[in-house]
Every structure is written in structure tokens, then in C-alpha cells.
């Protein structure tokens, strides 16, 4: 199987980089949806607290 050379005959270390590029990118992706889910999950958890206090606002109170 042929590998993209450069004139100088070299592997085509433009190539490379450029799948680098596009891995790292993923990696970074995976991380922000991550980081986008635990936020979800606090602000879910926040918002049980907000309603638990809202429907009992006696109870807080004494």
C-alpha cells in the first residue's frame, strides 16, 4: 500500500498532524459532553432541593 510522500519523499507529515488534529478534537468533545452531563446531574439535583423547600415552606420555618 502506497504512503502519501512529500517531494522530498518522505511521509506526508501534514497528514499526520491533521489526524492528530481531528483526535484530539474528539478527545476535547468527549470531555465537554461529560463535563455538560455532571452539570446537567447538579442542576437536577439543585432543582429537587428548589422544589422539596418550595412545597414545605413551614417546615423551614421553625
Not at 483526535?23 to 455538560?36: D, G, P, V
Request: charged share 20%.
Amino acid at each position: 500500500m502506497d504512503r502519501p510522500q512529500d517531494r522530498s519523499g518522505r511521509p506526508d507529515l501534514r497528514l499526520l498532524a491533521a489526524n492528530a488534529d481531528i483526535a484530539a478534537n474528539a478527545i476535547h468533545r468527549i470531555i465537554l459532553h461529560e463535563q455538560t452531563e455532571m452539570q446537567l446531574h447538579h442542576l437536577i439535583a439543585l432543582h429537587q432541593i428548589d422544589l422539596a423547600i418550595s412545597s414545605n415552606p413551614t417546615q423551614m420555618s421553625h
